[in-house]
């Protein structure tokens, strides 16, 4: 029985989701998990988070897990800093399930909890500058859903007339971000 490997990663700001390339263009102009860590042979990514989203994300040999987390709704949680100041029917579109554009269609995602922060939350720098509240209103969002469609915590804010500006993944299951740094790596037993 093959004993497999399973890792906790705190994807930074500008890396793709996937260990590296064989195009030669995108390998010299993008960055790759390759870069954090020596990975073991087979490793994967479970899920991606886009090179502009960062936080949280989980790298396994094991594809039955990988397909678990991916297809039986472990909830995802995510802190999303959005341009204004949502209103209180703006957030039922959210939690009620919102149309997006998805793959030339239209998609209603499925409903989700929606929390306005009080607070910003403690978070590193993103290393790259982010719009603050000197050039208007901003708001911190905690989503959390059962899905996991491309970019779809963006549309979602982005439906409501409310675009995200910085997106980090916090939560998986019971596994959460914590006090990792971006590009952290921690090993972890394989149980969400």
């Avoid at 959210?94 to 209603?108: D, F, H, R, S, V």
């Avoid at 675009?163 to 590009?183: A, C, Y």
Wanted: one cysteine or more.
């Amino acid at each position: 029985m093959t004993e497999h490997k399973h890792f906790l990663v705190f994807k930074p700001y500008g890396f793709i989701s996937q260990l590296g390339s064989n195009d030669l263009r995108q390998r010299r102009k993008k960055k790759f998990l390759a870069e954090l860590h020596d990975w073991p042979e087979g490793m994967m990514p479970i899920g991606r988070l886009d090179e502009k989203s960062e936080g949280l994300l989980l790298m396994t040999t094991d594809g039955k897990l990988s397909d678990y987390i991916n297809r039986s709704g472990v909830e995802k949680e995510y802190y999303a800093l959005v341009d204004g100041i949502p209103t209180q029917e703006q957030l039922m579109q959210l939690m009620q399930g919102i149309a997006i554009g998805l793959e030339g269609e239209k998609y209603t995602t499925k409903p989700c909890v929606v929390k306005i922060l009080q607070e910003s939350p403690l978070l590193p720098n993103r290393g790259k500058k982010i719009r603050d509240a000197r050039h208007g209103p901003i708001t911190w969002l905690s989503i959390t859903i059962q899905e996991g469609k491309f970019r779809q915590v963006r549309k979602m804010t982005s439906a409501i007339g409310c675009p995200t500006l910085r997106l980090v993944r916090v939560r998986i299951g019971n596994l959460k971000l914590h006090e990792l740094q971006p590009g952290e790596v921690l090993e972890w037993d394989g149980e969400v």
